[in-house]
T-cell receptor, first 112, second 117 residues
Framework: GQQLNQSPQSMFIQEGEDASMNCTSS?????WLWYKQDPGEGPVLLIALYKAGELTSNGRLTAQFGITRKDSFLNISASIPSDVGIYFCAGPPNFGNEKLTFGTGTRLTIIP | SAVISQKPSRDICQRGTSLTIQCQVDSQVTMMFWYRQQPGQSLTLIATANQGSEATYESGFVIDKFPISRPNLTFSTLTVSNMSPEDSSIYLC??????????????FGSGTQLSVL
C-alpha cells in the first residue's frame, strides 16, 4: 500500500524560530491535508491542499502541494509554545476516496 | 458541547474482556470511520462504519475482533473484543460530511485511550 514518510521525525526549536517539515509519497496524491495532534486529543485539521503547486496559509502556517504531486511541505513561522504537538500529513490513496492514509508524523518540541 | 463526542475518553481493562466505544455526532454526517493509533505511531484505518449495514474493514482488521455498529447517521460504536495488551491504543472516531465543519474533509473526535493489563 501507499506510504507517507514525514521528516524530520522530531524537531526541537527555540520559541520564535520557524519550523519546516515535509511529507513524501511513493505515489501521486490529489489532495494533501495537514493535521496537528495535541496530547490526549484527536488530530485537528490545519490546512487542505487540492492543486499541484498550491500554496496555502492559515495564520502562521503555510503549506505547499508539491508540483510532482508526491510531496507536501508545512512551515510554521515564529513558533509559540502552543505549537508543540505532532503534525501529520494525510491524503486519500484514491481519487475521490474519503479514507485517508496518514504520514508517520513529526513531533515538534519548543525550547523556551 | 463537542461536535464529535467519544465515550469513554479513557479506560483500563483486563485482558479477555471487551470494551464498547461510542461516537456521537451533533449533526447527520455522510461517513463515519474508526481509526487506531498505537503508542507513538501514526493513525491506521480500522473500518468504515456503514449506516444500516455491516462495516467495511481494512486489511488486517476483522469483524469478530472489532464489531462496529452504525444505527443512524449520527452515532456509531466500536467494540474491541477479547482484549490483549497489544490492543492498548488510542481509538478515534472520524467523520466526513458534517454540515458545519466542511463536507469534504475528515474530522476527528477526541479519542479513547485504552490500556489493557
Amino acid at each position: 500500500g501507499q506510504q507517507l514518510n514525514q521528516s524530520p521525525q522530531s524537531m526541537f526549536i527555540q520559541e520564535g524560530e520557524d519550523a519546516s517539515m515535509n511529507c513524501t509519497s511513493s505515489s501521486i496524491f490529489n489532495t494533501w491535508l495537514w493535521y496537528k495532534q495535541d496530547p490526549g486529543e484527536g488530530p485537528v485539521l490545519l490546512i487542505a491542499l487540492y492543486k499541484a503547486g498550491e500554496l496555502t496559509s492559515n495564520g502562521r502556517l503555510t503549506a505547499q502541494f508539491g508540483i510532482t504531486r508526491k510531496d507536501s511541505f508545512l512551515n510554521i513561522s515564529a513558533s509559540i509554545p502552543s505549537d508543540v504537538g505532532i503534525y501529520f500529513c494525510a491524503g486519500p490513496p484514491n481519487f475521490g476516496n474519503e479514507k485517508l492514509t496518514f504520514g508517520t508524523g513529526t513531533r515538534l518540541t519548543i525550547i523556551p | 458541547s463537542a461536535v464529535i463526542s467519544q465515550k469513554p475518553s479513557r479506560d483500563i481493562c483486563q485482558r479477555g474482556t471487551s470494551l464498547t466505544i461510542q461516537c456521537q455526532v451533533d449533526s447527520q454526517v455522510t461517513m463515519m470511520f474508526w481509526y487506531r493509533q498505537q503508542p507513538g505511531q501514526s493513525l491506521t484505518l480500522i473500518a468504515t462504519a456503514n449506516q444500516g449495514s455491516e462495516a467495511t474493514y481494512e486489511s488486517g482488521f476483522v469483524i469478530d475482533k472489532f464489531p462496529i455498529s452504525r444505527p443512524n447517521l449520527t452515532f456509531s460504536t466500536l467494540t474491541v473484543s477479547n482484549m490483549s495488551p497489544e490492543d492498548s491504543s488510542i481509538y478515534l472516531c472520524s467523520v466526513v460530511g458534517h454540515p458545519r465543519l466542511g463536507n469534504e474533509k475528515l474530522f476527528f473526535g477526541s479519542g479513547t485511550q485504552l490500556s489493557v493489563l
